[in-house]
């Protein structure tokens, strides 16, 4: 069993920047795929980044260029530092893991409760 708690989030102006931050319970955390959704006001949750055990990693083309997910595993936590930020990032932004490789949504078997991100114009 994996516990995930997601911190950082805030409100921010626009063009500004946060990073939030995931603590994973667990001693195989560093075995998990790990990632970002998140859930702007309204709509449906969608895919932000995620991160391999192996450190590869992948971003949402809203997202590129502007966010950075990192992972250190001794200390069990996953981050998401988010720069130039905008409106539209406006979000409830969940952590999510995975045994093995990362991949869809629907295979994540361990979620957070999320954490508010709000960008004001």
């Known amino acids: 069993q994996v516990q995930l708690v997601e911190s950082g989030g805030g409100l921010v102006q626009a063009g500004g920047s946060l990073r939030l931050s995931c603590a994973g319970s667990?001693?195989?955390?560093?075995?998990?795929?790990m990632a970002w959704f998140r859930q702007p006001p309204g709509k449906e949750r969608e895919f932000v980044s995620a991160?391999?055990?192996?450190?590869?990693?992948y971003y949402a083309d809203s997202v590129k260029g502007r966010f950075t997910i990192s992972r250190d595993n001794a200390k069990n936590t996953v981050y998401l530092q988010m720069n130039s930020l905008k409106p539209e990032d406006t979000a409830n932004y969940y952590c999510?893991?995975?045994?093995?490789?990362?991949?869809?949504?629907?295979?994540?078997?361990?979620w957070g409760q999320g954490t508010q991100v709000t960008v004001s114009s």
């Open positions: 999510a893991a995975k045994r093995g490789p990362v991949g869809g949504a629907y295979e994540y078997e361990y």
């Open positions: 667990g001693r195989t955390f560093s075995t998990y795929g």
């Open positions: 991160i391999n055990y192996y450190e590869s990693t």
